[in-house]
């Protein structure tokens, strides 16, 4: 979906912006929420828990959506740092509300305009760029393990951008665990351009590539260009985009009151947030209306019922009372098969998380039925020990945390490392297990000289 409105964001510049989100070419579900209205802009990259990243980024959306309806003036960076935490107590609520939701999160990157000031709240790794006189900035750094490996100088940023962990995560909001955004405010001027984008853009992107398609058309062309840019090189994951241009307004002060109960448009809202399945599960949240129509959503049609005819056939009377046991037992045995058949396709699709011989493991199957995992055997096992984790993510793995597929268990997997990285580099954090003592040597007994005679 793609929209591009129009509108003042103070007396002298104007806002123009579009938005896009695209399942990708791999996963089957959207879990990215994008939004765009007054004086907001956000990207959200749902993920893990059983089919509810999309939940989470959309409840993440809504919140800071709620933010535009009534602009917080002077006091926005505090008033996104709010947003932020009744996004996690939303998280927690939903989970509490529905335990399979355990395990789910979402990164976020909103920015919030108050005159020819921005200011930005980020957790995760979606983005936020700068194009200002050519030149791409990026304004956020990711929270991921790979970018603390580059911050340390273990590695490049080019090996960063390939290396097998650069997508594990070490903050998100989950409504587990309560997390500090990166907050920061910086001035702004006629002329520049915005990005916020999900990874499944900037990962599949050279930042050259971004700058050159950021680097003409208006905002609807530019997300056209760089999701079907993704799209091209792969789209492994879900893309969402927003461009916003700032513009000089060149309407007077009179023309802007006369209009201005009139001329702000309805707010584009893309993505998982903007679906009408998911917003019905959320019942509790206000969503903000959308410009753009939801397409998957399909027009309802009347029901239509139809009778069958039951036609109830006689056997005949020198069947064999032998015969009708023996059909019997057929009938028995194959409605037996058949039911073993579907349990095991069942269990053959399922997925979670636990503990696999004190490690972090991912198992296929089901937990009920015999033996001690039921009818689930381990496939994946990390290097990571549990006992690595916090008291609570011990907790939870202990309980197990189901996953919609096996990508799904795959970064649930990649969270709870990141948990243990998180604690390997902060030890002293809240819930981390405590650092043991390194053990006393054992001295070494010395011998005595003999007495000389």
Known sequence: MTSDQDLVT???????????????????????????????????????????????????VAMFADLDREPPGENVLAALADAIDQAHEELGRIIGDSPDFAGMGTTVTA???????????????????????????????????????????????????VHEKRNLLIKALDGVHEVEP???????????????????LCGVMSPEDIATLL?????????????????????????TCVVADLVPDDSSDAEI???????????????????????????????????????????????????????????????????????????????????????????HSQYYVGTVNGQIGIYQGVTWGAGEHGFSRAIQTSSTPVDKLTTYAQEQLSQTIPAQSLEDARVILARFEAIANECELKPTAGGCPPIQPA?????????????KP
């Open 10 to 60: 103070s007396a002298r510049l104007r806002l123009r912006y579009a938005a896009r989100s695209d399942i990708g070419l791999v996963r089957q579900g959207n879990e990215d929420s994008g939004y765009a209205g007054g004086h907001m802009l956000v990207v959200a990259d749902g993920m893990g828990g059983h089919a509810a990243g999309e939940l989470a980024s959309a409840t993440t």
């Open 111 to 161: 920015m919030s305009w108050e005159g020819d000031r921005v200011a930005l709240a980020h957790v995760g790794d979606s983005r936020a760029y700068m194009f200002r006189d050519a030149k791409l900035s990026q304004l956020t750094k990711d929270h991921t393990f790979v970018q603390t490996l580059v911050d340390s100088g273990r590695i490049t940023p080019a090996e960063a951008a």
């Open 182 to 200: 990166d907050l920061s405010m910086r001035e702004v001027r006629a002329g520049d351009r915005f990005l916020l984008c999900s990874d499944g």
């Open 215 to 239: 680097s003409s058309g208006d905002p609807t062309g530019a997300v056209t260009a760089l999701v079907e840019r993704a799209l091209e090189n792969g789209a492994p994951d879900n893309v």
């Open 257 to 347: 009151s006369a209009t201005s109960t009139t001329s702000i448009p309805t707010p584009v809202v893309v993505g998982a947030a903007a679906e009408l399945r998911n917003r019905d599960r959320l019942p509790g949240i206000y969503f903000p209306d959308d410009s753009q129509p939801d397409p998957d959503r399909p027009t309802p049609s009347p029901v239509q019922t139809q009778e069958a005819e039951v036609v109830a056939e006689v056997a005949p009377a020198h069947r064999s009372r032998s015969a009708v046991r023996l059909f019997s037992c057929l009938g028995v045995v194959a409605l037996l098969l058949l039911s073993a058949v579907g349990v095991w396709a069942y269990a």
């Open 439 to 451: 053990p006393n040597p054992t001295p070494t007994p010395t011998t005595k000289p003999a007495a």
